[in-house]
Each structure stands twice: as C-alpha cells, then as structure tokens.
C-alpha cells in the first residue's frame, strides 16, 4: 500500500515510529506535510499535491496534526475524503477532539461523566462559576490546548480573575474545572484503535506540579484498565467520531471522568511504558480498512 503521514517533520517519535513501522510491513511510506499541500478542485475532479507528488495515490494517511495548525488539517484531511483516500482522523472528528468544549458537550450527550465544567463568558463574573465547579482550587483551561500549555491551577478568587482576564484581552476561550484532589495528581492514558483499548497507562504528575504531561515532567507507568475505564474509553472514542485515540481519564471517588479525547496522541510514551506495539495496531486497522475498501466489502459514505 501506499501511506502518507501528515506531520510537520520526519524527525518527530511518532512520526518517525510509524514511519518504520509502515516500511517494515513492505509499504510505500511518504511523510507529508501538510502545510504545505496544493490543492485543486475542479468539474468533477479533487486533487492534492505535495512538491509534485499526487496524493491521490495513496491508499491511506495517517494524520499528525498539531493544535496548531487544526484547521489547516481538518482543510487538508476534508480535502483527503472528496479524494476518496482512507485516514485514520475524520476532518470532524479533529476539530472536534481539538475543542474541549464541544468534546466536553458530546460525552454529556452520550452520558459520559467528565469533571464539572463552566465556560466562562467575556465579563462575566467567575464566583458564581468557581462555586458550581466545586470551589477553589481550581482548574483553569483554554479550549484549544495541548501538553499541559495553558492549564493553570488557581488557589484564590483573585488569581483566577486576573489569569481568566488576560487571557480573554488576547480573544482566548477559557473554561474552569473542578480540581479532583482525589486523583493526587494522576491520570490514566488509554490508548484507543479502532473500537479497542490496545495499551493503557497511569502518568503521575513530578512533586510540586498537578499537570500528569509527559511533557511537563511526568512518569509513566503500564496500568490495566476496570471494566468501567475500558468502557468509557471506548464510548468517548466512538462518540467523537475517533478510530485512533488517546483517551485521558482521572480516578475520582463518583467513577471515572473523561478529562480529555486526543486526536493526535503522542506514541513514545505509551510505546515505551507499556511495551506494546501501538504503531502496529494502527498499521493492522489501515490494512484491514483498505483491504475491505478495495473488495468493496465496506460502502464509502457520501455526504450531500
């Protein structure tokens, strides 16, 4: 087959990983980025090209978009569907995952606990808000985040105005949510391909810091999922549309709350605590999707 990984460099783990992954199972791999993509609409025809090479060759991709450049790749990966090539991320099901709010909204609707959660409104007074999310402390999110980037734990009324103000001068969304002391700091990361759990594992955030990123310091360790985890991971996966996640989940005393659904989930760090080939489940779902596309053995659906 022939894949391509959207992503912003070759040199990235997760790129890099499914690169060698994809070439080790005899296919056609070209890291693409998608920045950079030309695209061609005309009567009856969708094109894409990348330097001078036509996407419509692939089979598949396989996207890696960073937050920031969402709506350039949910441009890219709509782009992909009138081409009728296969990805592993729905352009919906991107922005979707990249908006907390939505995110957060679509597991309410599909009965799915999260933290208590308040958007807060340009002006509006943030009291009442604090106390209908549990109170002080509290957790202070910008809607389209990434790695634990603008997520600010406020321990004062005062703290919290200021942080929400000047965030909101420079025209960002923000939502509070209750801190979960219960979860001392941890998160569980499951890992989601095609409707499975395939790896999970518990970060614990380093002393001093409530944020459980890899990225921010964190450590990780392989943790099995209850029933309970199992099942909501998937639900939440499903719901927003995602046939590859991340889900992060915390602990609390009323069950399991869905903190987080990622559309581009990180592989290094769930390939290494867990010893489980993620790349390799994500390869077996691209194969047996284009292999039934091909034998017409799945109907495309077309949207009007």
């Given at each position: 087959m022939k894949?391509?990984?959207l992503s912003v460099s070759q040199e990235i783990y997760s790129t890099q990983t499914l690169l060698q992954c994809g070439l080790a199972r005899g296919h056609q791999m070209e890291v693409i980025d998608y920045r950079k993509c030309s695209m061609v609409i005309e009567q009856g025809r969708a094109e894409m090209y990348y330097k001078d090479f036509p996407l419509s060759q692939l089979d598949a991709v396989i996207p890696r978009i960073t937050s920031s450049f969402t709506q350039m790749g949910a441009i890219v990966l709509s782009h992909l569907k009138l081409m009728k090539v296969f990805?592993?991320?729905?352009?919906?099901?991107?922005l979707m995952a990249r908006d907390k709010l939505r995110c957060l909204q679509r597991m309410q609707e599909v009965g799915i606990d999260v933290p208590q959660t308040a958007y807060v409104g340009n002006g509006q007074p943030i009291g009442p808000?604090?106390?209908?999310?549990?109170?002080?402390?509290?957790?202070?999110?910008?809607?389209?985040?990434?790695?634990?980037?603008?997520?600010?734990?406020?321990?004062?009324?005062?703290?919290?105005?200021?942080?929400?103000?000047?965030?909101?001068?420079v025209n960002e969304r923000v939502i509070l949510q209750e801190f979960i002391r219960e979860a001392r700091g941890a998160d569980v990361r499951a890992f989601v391909v095609n409707g499975k759990v395939v790896a999970s594992m518990k970060r614990q955030a380093r002393d001093g810091?409530?944020?459980?990123?890899?990225?921010?310091?964190?450590?990780?360790?392989?943790?099995?999922?209850s029933l309970q985890e199992d099942y909501v991971a998937r639900t939440a996966a499903k719901a927003t549309g995602l046939d590859v996640a991340g889900v992060d989940i915390l602990r609390s005393e009323r069950g399991p709350l869905i903190m987080e659904v990622n559309?581009?989930?990180?592989?290094?760090?769930?390939?290494?605590?867990?010893?489980?080939?993620?790349?390799?489940?994500?390869?077996?779902?691209?194969?047996?999707?284009v292999n039934a596309l091909k034998n017409g053995k799945v109907k495309r659906k077309v949207t009007i």
């Open positions: 894949i391509g990984i990805s592993t991320v729905k352009p919906d099901a991107l808000l604090i106390s209908m999310v549990g109170g002080l402390p509290v957790v202070i999110k910008l809607l389209e985040s990434a790695q634990g980037l603008g997520v600010i734990l406020s321990e004062s009324y005062r703290n919290a105005e200021s942080t929400i103000e000047a965030f909101q001068q810091e409530f944020r459980s990123n890899l990225h921010r310091g964190a450590t990780a360790q392989s943790e099995p999922l559309a581009s989930p990180g592989l290094e760090g769930i390939e290494t605590f867990t010893q489980v080939d993620v790349s390799g489940k994500i390869f077996d779902f691209i194969e047996k999707k």
